[in-house]
């Protein structure tokens, strides 16, 4: 199946930095990616979806400058958590499709961030 | 309501035992239908499609109902390893590929 990784999976950061995760699609051309974040024992919220070359579109609540997404190749997505607090604390997992998101959606492994 | 209604459990079962999990979803426009299956701090892993004439997948069956807009997964013999919560994801009636996710189902298979 396809392959998508994240990274890092893991960060820990202060209040009032900024923190990258990137997303990419290993062995396939991602023309969509999509962003979600999910709270402990909640279903998982999209952010943002990301198309190769455009901007992102963001889901009603998410702070687009905020939560920089880019989108710069078919294998590279990028979520910038800019003046990070302890409330964005999540787990955010990105996902790649080849087809526009119209089928299956392949997840990323996921970063956790907390934010001391 | 909430797009994707699922109950979240938790399910404790025996192993061998056969148990079946639902989820109802409120958009009839909506076009696509997966399980997906997510281990404890872990990304979510596609289990299955979910096909108007059901379908079945080993020890798995997974069926759709569009009239009741109904969706429901069953396991048959389970496994220690089944233990994991199942996200019913339902796709959106737009082309945007926008996943609506419920809040899982929490299955724990017991020896």
């Known amino acids: 199946g396809a392959v998508v990784s994240q990274h890092p999976s893991r960060v820990i950061c202060k209040s009032g930095t900024s923190v990258k995760i990137e997303c990419r699609s290993l062995d396939f051309q991602a023309t969509t990616m999509f962003w979600y974040r999910q709270f402990p024992k909640q279903s998982l919220m999209l952010m943002a979806t990301s198309n190769e070359g455009s901007k992102a579109t963001y889901e009603q609540g998410v702070e687009k400058d905020k939560f920089l997404i880019n989108h710069a190749s078919l294998t590279l997505s990028t979520l910038t958590v800019t003046s990070a607090h302890p409330e964005d604390s999540s787990f955010y997992i990105c996902?790649?499709?080849?087809?526009?998101?119209?089928?299956?959606?392949?997840f990323g492994p996921g970063t956790r961030l907390t934010v001391t | 309501r909430k797009e994707v209604e699922q109950d979240p459990g938790p399910f404790n079962v025996p192993e061998g035992a056969t148990v079946a999990f639902n989820c109802t979803y409120s958009?009839?426009?909506?076009?696509?239908f997966f399980w997906y299956r997510q281990d404890c701090r872990k990304e979510p892993k596609l289990l299955m499609s979910?096909?108007?004439s059901g379908n079945e997948d080993g020890r798995f069956t997974a069926q759709l109902n569009r009239a009741s807009q109904y969706i429901s997964l069953l396991i048959r013999d389970s496994k220690l390893s089944d233990s994991a919560t199942y996200l019913c994801?339902?796709?959106?009636?737009?082309?945007?590929?926008?996943?609506?996710f419920g809040q899982g189902t929490t299955l724990q298979v017991k020896p």
């Open positions: 958009n009839s426009a909506s076009q696509s």
């Open positions: 996902s790649a499709s080849s087809r526009g998101g119209l089928y299956e959606q392949y």
């Open positions: 994801v339902v796709h959106g009636s737009s082309n945007t590929g926008k996943l609506i």
């Open positions: 979910v096909y108007s």
